[in-house]
């Protein structure tokens, strides 16, 4: 119940292109959802966030698009490009756990120029 | 200003040794929060300090593992008789207070890789 699904595990997208990686969770009480993105050797970086009374949250060429009844939630990068290539991480966390951050498995994003 | 900090960043230790790993979280930072990220995976929750009182290690996976935070500022995590299992990159976070909003974000250092041999 504290899982939280990420998918895919890899993903190649052309220069330009958009990216999407999608997320599932089955907690109800999780009230707030980062994204991550993780260079090599180095900490996770948060990305973006949003709270589930928002279906969507865009900031410059990131989005989270959040649907509560599905219990689903997607990052989208438009626009992508070589220096996007990382690891994302999605996360989820809740007040009662002093909001300890559940993570997905990890996306592995390639650019190809 | 600096960022979260970790020493060391790398660490081999031979399976049965001792081993702490230090965490300087940003300055001001109320929470503290440490994880443990396996290859290839996303990080696990250790435990959680709000200044200098541990309010929950539920994460920690054994009694080998302990963590403190006696001044409220800088952290360690002891792993006491490490075994191979243990081998794994441990991160640091820390943020402002425990909130939903964009204060709640954590900030987190560039990790120490323990390798137990």
């Known amino acids: 119940q504290q899982q939280v699904k990420q998918s895919p595990q890899s993903l190649i997208v052309q220069k330009g292109g958009i990216s999407i990686i999608n997320c599932a969770y089955e907690?109800?009480?999780?009230?707030?959802f980062p994204w991550y993105q993780q260079f090599p050797g180095k900490g996770p970086a948060l990305l973006i966030a949003?709270?589930?009374d928002v279906s969507e949250k865009k900031e410059g060429r990131f989005t989270i698009s959040f649907n509560k009844s599905a219990k689903q939630f997607s990052l989208h990068i438009m626009d992508s490009q070589p220096g996007d290539s990382a690891t994302y991480f999605c996360?989820?966390?809740?007040?009662?756990?002093?909001?300890?951050?559940?993570w997905g498995a990890g996306t592995k994003l390639i650019i190809k120029p | 200003g600096a960022g979260v900090s970790q020493s060391p960043r790398y660490k081999v230790a031979k399976r049965g040794q001792d081993v702490a790993l230090r965490c300087d979280p940003i300055?001001?930072?109320?929470?503290l929060f440490w994880y443990q990220q396996a290859l290839g995976q996303g990080p696990e929750f250790l435990t959680y300090?709000?200044?200098?009182?541990?309010?929950?290690k539920s994460g920690l996976p054994s009694d080998r593992f302990f963590a403190e935070r006696p001044e409220g500022s800088v952290s360690t995590l002891k792993i006491q008789r490490t075994q191979q299992e243990d081998s794994a990159v441990y991160l640091c976070?820390?943020?402002?207070?425990?909130?939903?909003?964009?204060?709640?974000?954590?900030?987190f250092g560039p990790g120490t890789r323990l390798t137990v041999l």
């Open positions: 949003i709270r589930p």
């Open positions: 976070a820390s943020s402002l207070v425990v909130t939903s909003g964009r204060a709640n974000e954590q900030f």
């Open positions: 996360a989820a966390s809740w007040m009662d756990s002093n909001y300890q951050l559940i």
């Open positions: 300090f709000q200044n200098e009182a541990q309010l929950d």
């Open positions: 300055s001001g930072h109320v929470s």
């Open positions: 907690n109800t009480a999780f009230d707030y």
